[in-house]
């Protein structure tokens, strides 16, 4: 089983960075991939990024693609999002996920974060 919990959303002007973390709680989280979603509300959750359980590969929408980084440190089972160059239609709550396999569908991930809220402001 694992835990997940989500920290470093906030309010951000457009431009700017942030850089989300997922701590991870139980000893099976290396063996994991993990994923970041967002949902917008009115909207579904969507794909966001994703990496491996070695963080060796990593995969993005392409809304994001270029502008956030995914990078994983199984020795403090955390895994970083780092968001640069924020617009606003990047608001939403990002969560992070796990899974067996790196996906790009929600519905692949057994286990989610609680989610944290990123507001960026024109």
């Known amino acids: 089983q694992v835990q997940l919990v989500e920290s470093g959303g906030g309010l951000v002007q457009a431009g700017g960075s942030l850089r989300l973390s997922c701590a991870a709680s139980?000893?099976?989280?290396?063996?994991?991939?993990m994923g970041w979603f967002r949902q917008a509300p009115g909207k579904e959750r969507e794909f966001v990024a994703g990496i491996r359980w070695s963080g060796g590969s990593t995969y993005y929408a392409d809304s994001v693609e270029g502008r956030f980084t995914l990078s994983r440190d199984n020795a403090v089972n955390t895994g970083y999002l780092q968001m640069n160059s924020l617009k606003p239609e990047d608001t939403a709550v990002y969560y992070c996920a796990a899974a067996w396999v790196v996906a790009r569908t929600a519905i692949s991930y057994d286990h989610w974060g609680q989610g944290t809220q990123v507001t960026v402001s024109s």
């Open positions: 139980g000893r099976t989280f290396s063996r994991y991939a």
